[in-house]
């Protein structure tokens, strides 16, 4: 069967290269795919984000399609969902494929890209939707871990540890800030984006801008990052893989890695603007320090109403923890959240689509601790954007591709300490950075960054 395979995925590369994959039948389309799938997992290419439907590789999901794939009744609808599922597959396997050898057998990144470009339309337009099983994302927590640590006794005890660090984090709120010495600011803008309700003319109504829309909703909303010193693991930068696969940050270059989500808030699907800063490090303050080690960062996440003003703003470190949530919306009530709660701004934020906010870090963990505004006098440097799926798919030395994280979602290189006394909560390798979409936010229950009604959560 793997001589088979390999020789069908031969033959059809060769019928692409002379133009003649168009009379192929759907049944060569389906084992296209199949063999290039066989052919990244024989080559280790694995990619936490990469999930698609079972028995159907050329639909993608994760936890906003599932979710919509509930919402789609109408026959438009559905289709619309097939699209963008496929969508989400043909990008998972672009990614994936830059990482083959291009003189792979059977497949090299060029000829991956051909199957991928002629079979996944072929596929979506013979998919019956009701035929589908329901999509399911697994969520982000290991049970055996909660298992076998008593998780219900665990838990119990790690409640005043849990309230402690809230606690603590509410006050760094009003805590003296420290002195900003210097802002990494995003490029100039001008003018007002799109709003996302024009952007929602699609049979599910989700807010779907095209790159142009992506891109200038990215820069109007961006933050302002302050950091209150010079030293190296202090200022964001670009992520690079050394010879050996082993990720570097250059502050050369500083970078935001963005993305785009959507939540659903009182009947309306909401768009999201989200942008990670990387740090080389957080430093540790000792042998017995748990939560410092290589590779750190912020996320900071926009969630946009319909008109284009902001409802709230949200953060989280790369390794899920230290959940903050600011509101904006003067309407937003927070709800009685249980098991842990994100740290809430103890006041109103202002609204990015009038002014620009700066985000104030703390120094060494990169808390943020306040939201204010730029200042005119600082010492001042730009930072540029770069598409998040970028990480998936670094170069190297060599000349080849390689992953951020493993196939688990996980940059192996950041481990903490944390991870040998928190593993009883479920979360695997504690402290860690993650993948988008691997990002677990609470240690007692369960809950995800990327929820699609994570809002109906935070808020009444």
């Not at 609808?77 to 990614?95: C, E, F, G, N, P």
């Not at 640590?149 to 800030?177: C, K, Q």
């Not at 803008?189 to 095209?210: H, Q, T, Y």
């Not at 659903?264 to 320090?289: A, C, H, I, K, M």
Request: proline share 8%; net charge negative.
């Amino acid at each position: 069967m793997y001589a088979i395979r390999n020789g069908l995925a031969a033959l059809l590369i060769s019928l692409m290269l002379i133009g003649q994959l168009a009379a192929q039948t759907d049944t060569d389309c389906e084992q296209a795919v199949f063999a290039l799938h066989q052919a990244l997992n024989r080559a280790g290419i694995k990619d936490a984000q990469a999930n698609t439907l079972p028995g159907y590789p050329h639909l993608g999901i994760d936890r906003w399609l599932a979710y919509q794939q509930q919402q789609a009744r109408s026959p438009a609808q559905q289709q619309h969902w097939i699209r963008l599922s496929t969508d989400k597959a043909w990008q998972d396997l672009s990614v994936m494929s830059l990482r083959l050898a291009d003189k792979g057998e059977p497949f090299t990144p060029q000829s991956a890209h051909q199957i991928i470009a002629t079979c996944l339309p072929v596929l979506a337009a013979r998919t019956d939707f009701d035929a589908l099983p329901r999509a399911e994302v697994a969520d982000s927590y290991a049970t055996w871990l909660r298992v076998v640590g008593l998780y219900p006794v665990t838990a119990w005890l790690a409640t005043g540890s849990i309230d402690n660090y809230h606690d603590e984090m509410t006050a760094r709120f009003s805590d003296p800030a420290p002195t900003p010495q210097r802002q990494f600011v995003p490029p100039t803008v001008v003018g007002f984006p799109v709003a996302p309700a024009a952007l929602s003319d699609n049979p599910l109504k989700i807010p779907l801008p095209d790159a142009q829309q992506r891109q200038d909703l990215l820069l109007h909303y961006a933050p302002v990052v302050m950091v209150a010193d010079s030293q190296r693991w202090n200022q964001p930068g670009r992520v690079a893989l050394d010879e050996n696969g082993e990720p570097l940050l250059s502050t050369r270059e500083p970078v935001s890695y963005t993305w785009i989500s959507w939540t659903r808030y009182r009947g309306q699907n909401l768009l999201q603007l989200n942008y990670q800063f990387w740090f080389s490090e957080r430093p540790r303050t000792g042998v017995f320090d748990g939560y410092g080690g290589e590779l750190d960062g912020l996320i900071w996440r926009v969630t946009l109403k319909p008109d284009g003003r902001v409802l709230f703003y949200d953060s989280i470190h790369p390794c899920g923890c230290y959940h903050k949530v600011y509101p904006v919306d003067a309407e937003l009530v927070a709800a009685d959240i249980q098991g842990d709660k994100p740290v809430f701004y103890p006041q109103r934020v202002a609204d990015a689509y009038a002014e620009r906010i700066a985000l104030l870090l703390a120094p060494d963990t990169h808390y943020v601790v306040r939201i204010t505004s730029p200042e005119e006098h600082l010492l001042t440097d730009s930072y540029g954007f770069v598409d998040a799926d970028a990480l998936r798919a670094l170069p190297q030395p060599n000349g080849q591709h390689g992953s951020l994280f493993n196939g688990k979602g996980l940059v192996p290189v950041s481990k903490r300490g944390e991870r040998f006394y928190l593993w009883p909560m479920g979360v695997p390798s504690a402290g860690a950075m993650r993948q988008p979409g691997e990002h677990a936010i609470a240690f007692k229950g369960r809950r995800h960054f990327d929820d699609p009604e994570l809002v109906n959560i935070l808020f009444e």
